[in-house]
């Protein structure tokens, strides 16, 4: 198959329409252009010259559900971002989404005898680029991000394997210092899954500055996505906190408004052996940035207790099951003022003049309340064991009113 056959085609359909015509790849990114015909958009104008038409225009395009369209159907304007609708046919192979063969429609006058015209266009488009969309996939790609996954596998034969895959032909030195780095998408339940995937994907393969000494190996799942960060160097926390926003930022830029993300980032261990338990962590840190601190970036160096925590089974994490100390303060507390004072007078380990100082309330005024807590709720706050079932406790009411969910 010739790159000029497909050219010529959408040339000629262009030309018969009178309409400016794309073919783009499943993941919105520009493979052919024919020229314009007067109805040319800003989205359309960057695409051919920048080859790229823009994050908020490929994220808008992908909210539309086109990879799973079966026929041709229209993808709406968006003046914001200075687009027009379009008409989009999906170009298939046996079922597999190949390409997308979309027509500028300005005006929304497209008629039937014109769409037909497209559909059979898009029939045989699909002959003519199946062997390019063959060509196209890398099986070494495949084979080391398959590898990356297996980094990960309970099995430690499965593991041992994926590591003898991923040094072949590398300076082992590079894998000195390695981190992993989850990636969640969190909502958007409804929303494709391939839109998912293609944000993910797009994320993860973005080059990053703040890694840019790094080697990045990435592995893309249904909803999530893990990247093993690998560096002779040590990874700095900073650094690869950084990535984290990267990676969400990029995410949202293809979500259109449908979903949004989460970045969990593992402790940094020696060689690709101990990796997986850099994994462990970044998981649970992920979901801790879903549903237990307010960050959308967790690092498991700065997850304290929750570390713990977070290993519990969130069915068994209810206010019915607190301990009994925290149920009869919260019996007799009826403002939440006397809460929210043993929270800054533990967090602050019960150092009164830091605590008074944090609530803005006069020492004695603390005092009164310390002593009303302890008469009141019949607690020995001069107990160390009494003041950690409190801590945790108010962890754990935080991660209920967080709606944890594992």
């Known amino acids: 198959m010739s790159d000029g056959a497909v050219q010529a085609l959408i040339d000629e359909l262009a030309e018969r329409l009178q309409r400016s015509v794309v073919i783009d790849d499943p993941r919105v990114r520009l493979l052919y252009a024919s020229p314009h015909y007067g109805d040319e958009d800003q989205v359309r104008t960057r695409a051919v010259l920048q080859r790229n038409a823009g994050k908020a225009a490929i994220g808008?395009?992908?909210?539309?559900?086109?990879?799973?369209?079966?026929?041709a159907g229209v993808i709406p304007a968006a003046p914001e971002i200075g687009m027009h609708a379009r008409v989009c046919?999906?170009?298939?192979?046996?079922?597999?989404?190949?390409?997308?063969?979309?027509?500028?429609?300005a005006g929304g006058t497209m008629t039937t005898s014109e769409l037909g015209m497209i559909g059979s266009v898009g029939e045989e488009l699909a002959a003519l680029m199946i062997g390019?969309?063959?060509?196209?996939?890398?099986?070494?790609?495949?084979?080391?991000?398959?590898?990356?996954?297996d980094l990960f596998d309970s099995e430690g034969a499965v593991r041992r394997g994926a590591i003898r895959t991923l040094a072949a032909g590398v300076d082992s030195r590079v894998f000195d210092h390695v981190?992993?780095?989850?990636?969640?998408?969190?909502?958007?339940?409804?929303?494709?899954?391939?839109?998912?995937?293609?944000?993910?994907?797009?994320?993860?393969?973005?080059?990053?500055?703040?890694?840019?000494?790094?080697?990045?190996?990435?592995v893309v799942r249904e909803r999530s996505a893990t990247v093993v960060v690998a560096s002779r160097q040590p990874i700095a926390d900073s650094a690869v906190d950084r990535y984290g926003e990267r990676l969400i930022k990029e995410v949202r830029d293809l979500?259109?408004?449908?979903?949004d993300a989460s970045v969990g980032v593992g402790s940094q261990v020696a060689g690709l052996e101990q990796v997986w338990s850099s994994g462990k962590q970044a998981r649970l840190a992920c979901r801790a940035a879903a549903s237990v601190v307010p960050d959308a970036v967790?690092?498991?160096?700065?997850?304290?207790?929750?570390?713990?925590?977070?290993?519990?089974?969130?069915?068994?994490i209810e206010s019915e099951t607190l301990p009994d100390e925290i149920q009869r303060l919260l019996a007799v507390d009826k403002d939440g003022r006397l809460v929210e004072t043993l929270r800054a007078f533990l967090d602050h380990a019960g150092d009164v003049p830091t605590t008074a100082e944090a609530l803005h309330i006069h020492r004695t005024t603390l005092y009164y309340r310390l002593e009303r807590i302890a008469t009141l709720a019949d607690l020995d706050l001069g107990s160390g064991e009494t003041r950690l079932v409190l801590h945790m406790s108010l962890r754990v009411m935080d991660m209920i009113a967080r709606g944890f969910r594992q």
């Open 60 to 71: 808008h395009v992908l909210a539309q559900g086109v990879a799973h369209w079966t026929s």
């Open 132 to 149: 390019e969309h063959e060509a196209s996939i890398d099986p070494e790609r495949r084979e080391r991000e398959a590898a990356v996954g």
């Open 89 to 105: 046919v999906p170009i298939r192979w046996r079922a597999e989404l190949i390409a997308l063969l979309l027509v500028v429609d």
């Open 179 to 218: 981190r992993a780095v989850e990636l969640d998408v969190r909502g958007g339940r409804e929303t494709s899954p391939s839109h998912v995937a293609a944000a993910l994907r797009h994320a993860v393969e973005t080059p990053d500055a703040a890694l840019a000494l790094a080697m990045i190996l990435p």
């Open 298 to 316: 967790v690092n498991w160096t700065s997850l304290g207790v929750h570390a713990l925590l977070l290993r519990l089974p969130s069915a068994e």
């Open 255 to 259: 979500a259109a408004g449908r979903f």
